[in-house]
């Protein structure tokens, strides 16, 4: 039996979703499983993330769940015809996690705090690839820490709002056209800040069978005043490039989420969530350097807003299991000659499946699996000259823990 | 026990997937188009040869664009690439540095008293005393060659770049070169035949003498000679241009005003051309003016009367060589501050090599379309290059010395990066005139300038 639990717990591993841009969509391994749709549904705790309105409207007085992902995820790189070039990029493990714990307070309000990772990225392409002027490895990651306070203004409708503390983290390398005898020059970019914004949505449950919700997180602007530049020159050329601070800013974009959920039958839930993420938020990636020898860096980026298309369902097999699966379609905010190999986004398909299992009346583990496949695009940057056919697919198995009483 | 089962080959079904997860890619496919590839063979000179920083060595010939380009071929059929490798340590240029005859080796970039400048390293004689002839060799770059030397018989005893390859002391590169019958072959020749004119000043005319522009001609029908013989057996190819002095740092690097003195120094020379500017007015010339900061050098002018002792003070039209600034450099305060007619291309002597550049350039182009051949742009290049620079693959590269990516610490010839621009550029003409797909090199693989 003991053994059987263990083979569980590695099945029930969570199939999460990658999204385009740097958002990472894997905020629920049940929400992962039916497409990571949850906006229109009653999700207990992690209600908070996917529409805090939900929350005033969970049944159980306690509701924990703990989780994460592990993001195996490919890139290769085609140069532009004609060329023999080919790089694929090894990529460390993406781990998103989610903390999710809430009570009800009372029959009217329930408060709680959801602790989540939506934005990051981890690439790394190697320190003498072919785009290594853009490019040589990247980490960003960003934790959300956020209170949630949620009110049942009816019996059908609910209304929730949270604040959202940001600590946002990142460190890329690229190198420098400049060469010593040792080897080619580089720069190392670091950094760690905090920033503030909010979620907030209603929830309306129509009827035994309908549910709607609206979400709204806001866009919070990741400000580094004071990050670290560590330039790595030939000696003749450290009196140009010392080591010095930069200032740049990264905005994590607004999400608005509509959301239906419709209870087909005793066994069935379907979901549907239309989620529309204001990328245009995302004009450039400056970097202003304090040294003055240290030219400035502009970076275009004009990122584009999108619609993310989800559609799951959930199918209770019994009192112990659930199956789940759904699928999702996520266009990719980066317009034609802006793709970099920094952030290789194109027009995604995910697929996800899942599972629940209930343990007993108080504690349930969920699992998913999702694999995106990204369509190959052929572009590159203008400002930099680089170009060719990135490919990318993700396969992210996860897995999560609830407890409510 | 039926359900441990289930669970154990779902979740071997998972590591499968998570293993089988590369995304599928297109396949590049070179193709070789009408051309055949099989023997390549490069004739041309010290670019072909893989000069750079200012001499002849292993690591230059293990990335000139010939090399590259011969590296690139072999995905479309090309068998080998052989060269004369310099077999001895280091390197060898021609310009003498010591009393006792020494050359130069490859220009190192070094932490001087003025700064950052290339500084010459020893050169080791005896790569010219090689004789590293082989019957297979594919390159005939000869260092210092123009077009005409090609056709010359016994060039090797005039050339001793030549002489380490050459079959014979009465061969000539030419008759070489068809011996290997190629099938396909790049013949550039950048520019001896007005570069040797320009490098040395302007001192020489229009003839055959080391130092003289090429009459056209002669270039015309030498060109022809080898373009006809290399096709006879129907090898294709490509021909490249020559590139405007205008475009190379060698000659663009030192201003003309670039003499900068105090105030004192000023005051000197003032006083010690006034009897020149008295002379100077009445014959309707313009005086020479030195005020405290940078001032036009004082330079020779052959057109310059005599009574003015054929000086003057240069202007924004005239362009000075790379050299004339360790010259300057080297003038103490009781110096005549003249810069010699082997330092100074002045506006008359620039429109001879314009006008000869364009006459070849037009010969050239002529030709190549003549016998059917891809047509290497140099000059459209190396313009490009020095006026917007091109961004390639991450980085801007431009003409400027040292730091432009392109040219090494000679100011003439390619870095390993150039000479894959350059072969790039090749390539591109190649494909478009055979139809073929040869893929181009990765530029960011090749090296630049090393700064210490």
Not at chain 2, 96 to 116: H, P, S, W
Not at chain 2, 254 to 272: C, R, S
């Amino acid at each position: 039996m003991k053994r059987i639990g263990l083979f569980c717990g590695l099945l029930m591993l969570s199939f999460q979703l990658f999204a385009e841009g740097y958002q990472v969509n894997l905020q629920g391994n049940r929400q992962t499983g039916m497409g990571h749709t949850g906006a229109g549904l009653m999700m207990g705790a992690s209600s908070m993330h996917f529409n805090p309105g939900a929350l005033s409207l969970m049944d159980k007085k306690y509701d924990f769940s703990l989780g994460g992902s592990f993001i195996f995820s490919k890139n290769t790189f085609h140069k532009q015809s004609p060329s023999a070039y080919e790089a694929k990029s090894d990529n460390p493990m993406g781990t998103p996690f989610y903390f999710y714990g809430a009570t009800k307070i009372n029959d009217k309000l329930a408060a709680g705090l959801a602790v989540t990772t939506p934005y990051g990225n981890s690439l790394k392409w190697g320190d003498d690839w072919d785009g290594k002027y853009l490019i040589q490895d990247i980490s960003l990651r960003a934790i959300f820490i956020q209170p949630t306070i949620a009110y049942k203004i009816t019996d059908k409708l609910g209304f929730g709002v949270g604040f959202m503390a940001v600590n946002g983290n990142v460190d890329l390398n690229k190198a420098l056209p400049a060469q010593s005898a040792d080897g080619v020059a580089s720069v190392n970019i670091s950094g760690n800040t905090w920033a503030f914004g909010f979620n907030a949505g209603l929830s309306f449950q129509a009827n035994e069978q309908l549910s709607f919700g609206l979400s709204y997180r806001s866009k919070v602007m990741v400000e580094l005043d004071e990050g670290d530049a560590d330039f790595t020159v030939p000696p003749s050329l450290g009196g140009i490039y010392p080591d010095t601070k930069f200032q740049s800013e990264l905005p994590m974009p607004a999400n608005m989420t509509l959301g239906v959920g419709y209870q087909v039958n005793e066994k069935l839930l379907l979901a549907v969530d239309l989620q529309y993420v204001e990328w245009s938020a995302y004009e450039s990636l400056n970097f202003d350097f304090e040294a003055e020898t240290v030219p400035d860096s502009h970076n275009q980026r004009d990122f584009e807003n999108t619609m993310i298309y989800r559609l799951g369902a959930e199918y209770t097999l019994n009192e112990k299991f659930q199956f789940r699966g759904g699928v999702y379609y996520d266009s990719t905010p980066i317009p034609e000659d802006l793709l970099t190999p920094e952030t290789p986004g194109t027009n995604k398909i995910g697929m996800s499946l899942g599972c629940g299992y209930q343990i007993n009346d108080k504690l349930s583990l969920d699992a998913s699996l999702l694999y995106i496949h990204g369509n190959k695009r052929e572009d590159g940057y203008a400002p930099t000259n680089f170009y060719g056919t990135y490919y990318t697919n993700a396969v992210i198995p996860g897995i999560g823990i609830n407890y409510s009483f | 026990m039926m359900k441990k089962i289930i669970y154990q080959y779902m979740l071997l079904a998972i590591v499968v997937l998570l293993a089988a997860c590369e995304p599928k890619v297109d396949d590049f496919k070179p193709s070789k188009g009408t051309a055949d590839f099989t023997k390549f063979i490069a004739i041309g000179d010290s670019y072909t040869a893989g000069y750079t920083d200012g001499a002849l060595g292993l690591r230059g010939q293990q990335e000139s664009f010939s090399y590259i380009l011969g590296q690139q071929l072999m995905y479309v059929g090309s068998e080998s690439y052989h060269q004369p490798l310099v077999q001895a340590e280091g390197s060898v240029g021609t310009t003498v540095i010591d009393a006792q005859g020494t050359l130069n080796g490859y220009f190192e970039l070094k932490v001087t008293e003025r700064g950052l400048s290339p500084v010459p390293s020893v050169g080791n004689m005896a790569i010219l005393a090689e004789d590293v002839y082989d019957e297979d060799n594919q390159n005939f770059g000869v260092p210092g060659a123009k077009v005409t030397h090609l056709v010359a018989a016994g060039y090797a005893q005039a050339n001793p770049f030549f002489a380490r390859f050459a079959s014979s002391d009465v061969t000539h590169v030419l008759g070489d070169a068809a011996t290997a019958n190629p099938t396909f072959f790049s013949c550039w020749l950048a520019g001896n035949d007005v570069l040797s004119f320009a490098l040395a000043g302007g001192v020489g005319g229009i003839g055959n003498g080391v130092t003289d522009i090429t009459d056209a001609a002669t270039f015309e029908s030498a060109l022809a000679a080898v373009l006809n013989t290399l096709t006879a057996k129907g090898a294709k190819g490509v021909v490249g241009n020559i590139p405007d002095v205008s475009s190379i740092p060698f000659f663009t690097t030192v201003p003309y005003n670039a003499f900068v003195i105090d105030a004192a120094t000023a005051a000197a020379l003032n006083a010690k051309y006034a009897d020149y500017n008295t002379a100077a007015e009445s014959v309707g010339l313009p005086p020479m003016v030195f005020t405290e900061g940078p001032n036009a050098f004082v330079i020779y002018d052959e057109s310059i009367p005599a009574q003015l002792g054929h000086r003057r003070q240069a202007t924004a039209d005239d362009r000075l060589l790379l050299t004339a600034q360790s010259e300057a450099l080297s003038w103490g305060p009781t110096s005549d501050p003249i810069l010699g007619n082997e330092l100074v291309l002045t506006k008359d002597e620039l429109s001879m090599i314009s006008t000869a550049t364009n006459q070849f350039n037009a010969i050239s182009k002529n030709l190549a379309d003549g016998f059917g051949l891809a047509f290497f742009d140099a000059n459209a290049l190396m313009k490009q290059l020095s006026t917007t620079g091109i961004i390639i693959d991450g980085h801007h590269y431009t003409g400027t010395f040292v730091t432009g990516g392109i040219f090494s610490l000679d100011g003439i010839h390619a870095t390993g990066r150039g000479s894959a621009i350059i072969a790039n550029a090749m390539i591109d003409a190649i494909n478009d005139t055979y139809g073929s797909t040869v893929p181009r090199a990765n530029i960011n693989d090749y090296d630049m300038v090393k700064f210490p």
